[in-house]
């Protein structure tokens, strides 16, 4: 009797029918009672299962997070260059968090801080909007997170 067909066989059995045929045992589903196997080609096996799992990513939504720093006295010309970056990200559909981080005794200056993430807020607009208002996350940090607005093609 060939194992080609489906049924309960003896390990030893199978094993001998395998080797017969030039083929490996895989085990398929150990958790099951009989355990479950297919003979097949190892090798060719685990191709397959390489290329499934290749095409499982591939179907994959990446959601990336890019952060920019800035400082509640940034200079405009910095200022200009971290915006630039921004707008590079979100046209490339990445999220950008946006943070103003207080060192020392710039913690006094928090309106600073909020009016540095107000005027990126607005001067973004056409690329992305801001998921919630310019919040506290610690001590000294301060910012929010910019999604990309979807492009209509």
Not at 26 to 50: G, H, M, R, T, W
């Amino acid at each position: 009797e060939g194992l080609s067909e489906n049924g309960v066989y003896h390990t030893e059995d199978a094993i001998k029918q395998a080797k017969e045929l030039g083929l490996d045992l895989v085990i398929v589903s150990a958790n099951a009672s009989p355990p479950v196997c297919k003979v097949v080609d190892f090798s060719k096996f685990l191709y397959q299962e390489k290329q499934k799992t290749k095409e499982q990513q591939k179907n994959q939504i990446k959601i990336v997070v890019k952060e920019i720093k800035f400082t509640p006295n940034i200079g405009e010309n910095d200022y200009e260059v971290k915006k630039k970056k921004i707008i590079e990200f979100l046209k490339d559909g990445c999220k950008v968090k946006a943070s103003v981080f207080f060192k020392g005794r710039n913690i006094m200056f928090k309106d600073r801080g909020e009016l540095v993430l107000a005027k990126l807020a607005t001067d973004i607009e056409e690329y992305g909007v801001p998921e919630n208002v310019p919040k506290m996350e610690s001590r000294n940090r301060m910012g929010f997170i910019i999604k990309s607005k979807k492009k209509s093609k």
